[in-house]
């Protein structure tokens, strides 16, 4: 069996921070947990988790690799989101950052063109 990952998201206030997590992962999560947290599958074994930790909200750094970096930014932009950031490196790769109200930050990115 492949390796599950979870990575995860402290937000301050959940009830709030679902609906934009919602809008940039383009969907309801597929499982919550319990009444504060709430988990999406991007690919098999590999999910995204928003959890409430009003003491300890912000400060995560995740990056998803995506085929076609273009479509999913334009994907994310059609359901009204901006990045707050693009980072290009020398090496042709960009990276599109997305930073929720928390600070936690998901950054999508993929092969240079």
Do not use: C
Not at 53 to 59: H, T, V
């Amino acid at each position: 069996m492949p390796p599950d990952l979870f990575a995860g998201m402290r937000v301050r206030d959940f009830a709030a921070a679902k609906p934009w997590y919602e809008q940039l992962l383009g969907g309801a999560p597929s499982f919550s947990p319990h009444a504060t947290e709430a988990a999406w599958e991007l690919a098999a074994h590999r999910w995204l988790f928003i959890v409430e930790d009003a003491d300890n909200p912000g400060g995560a750094i995740q990056t998803v690799l995506v085929d076609d970096l273009d479509a999913q930014v334009g994907e994310i932009r059609s359901r009204g989101l901006e990045p707050t950031e693009v980072e290009a490196y020398s090496n042709g790769v960009r990276k599109v950052i997305f930073r929720d109200a928390d600070g936690n930050e998901l950054g999508f990115s993929g092969q240079p063109d």
